[in-house]
């Protein structure tokens, strides 16, 4: 079976300052990897996904996400946030071959001041 | 155009009664999904449906019962609802591995 883990439930941070958000997964097989935000009171939304090929993947709105398979994380990060950053972020893992199943990490709440 | 819809949006009912909330997606997509989302934000899927056929259906109780009339459709019948069922119910669809979500029901047993 899978687990996501994200370590931190809340990260505060000043706009404009640099942010990492950190989520690791345990698996017994190959895993494809996603992260989602969810604004107050909405669904989910993509934010970027890790499939093959390079490790370090770019997604919507400046975030970009690193895998690393040795230490089995795949850490999203953003080099400058904004206010409208503000959300829940969610990792999430699917295994390779068995796509219609997703698990996905608590969430960490991005608390962006200004 | 909505791609995911639910309705209704919010769903407030009494201890023991029986509700339904409705799924519908305009995408195409083959595979259709219930989430339940805690009152923490744990998020952790219920049913997943492909082409009208059910294909997970993860440790639920059977006061839940989705139907899937077509595969544009999913719907989740809840029977006999206890105070714990109160989160937010978010159905989703999927193409390959790229999932989309509707906007949440949010359910509250008085």
């Known amino acids: 079976a899978q687990s996501v883990t994200q370590l931190d439930s809340q990260v505060p941070v000043f706009e404009e300052a640099p942010v990492e958000l950190r989520c690791n997964y345990s698996?017994?097989?190959?895993?494809?990897l996603f992260w989602y935000v969810q604004y107050p009171n909405q669904g989910l939304q993509l934010l970027l996904k890790?499939?093959?090929?390079?490790?370090l993947v770019k997604g919507i709105n400046g975030f970009e996400a690193e895998f690393n398979k040795s230490q089995t994380s795949f850490h999203l990060r953003k080099p400058s946030v904004h206010i409208s950053d503000t959300a829940e972020y969610f990792c999430?893992?699917?295994?390779?071959?068995?796509?219609?199943?997703?698990?996905f990490g608590s969430g960490t709440k991005l608390n962006v001041k200004p | 155009d909505t791609a995911v819809s639910q309705t209704p949006k919010y769903l407030v009912t009494q201890m023991g009664n029986d509700k339904s909330i409705k799924c519908e997606q305009n995408l195409g997509h083959d595979t259709m999904y219930w989430y339940k989302q805690d009152s923490k934000k744990f998020l952790k899927i219920m049913f997943s449906?492909?082409?009208?056929?059910?294909?997970i259906n993860e440790t639920v109780p059977n006061r839940f019962s989705p139907k899937s009339p077509d595969k544009a459709h999913l719907n989740l019948h809840i029977n006999s609802l206890e105070l714990g069922d109160s989160a937010v119910y978010f159905c989703?669809?999927?193409?390959?591995?790229?999932?989309?979500f509707g906007p949440g029901t949010r359910l509250t047993v008085t």
């Open positions: 698996s017994s097989v190959s895993v494809y």
């Open positions: 989703a669809s999927s193409h390959a591995y790229e999932q989309y």
């Open positions: 890790y499939l093959s090929g390079s490790t």
């Open positions: 449906y492909n082409n009208k056929e059910l294909i």
């Open positions: 999430a893992v699917s295994e390779t071959g068995n796509f219609n199943k997703f698990y």
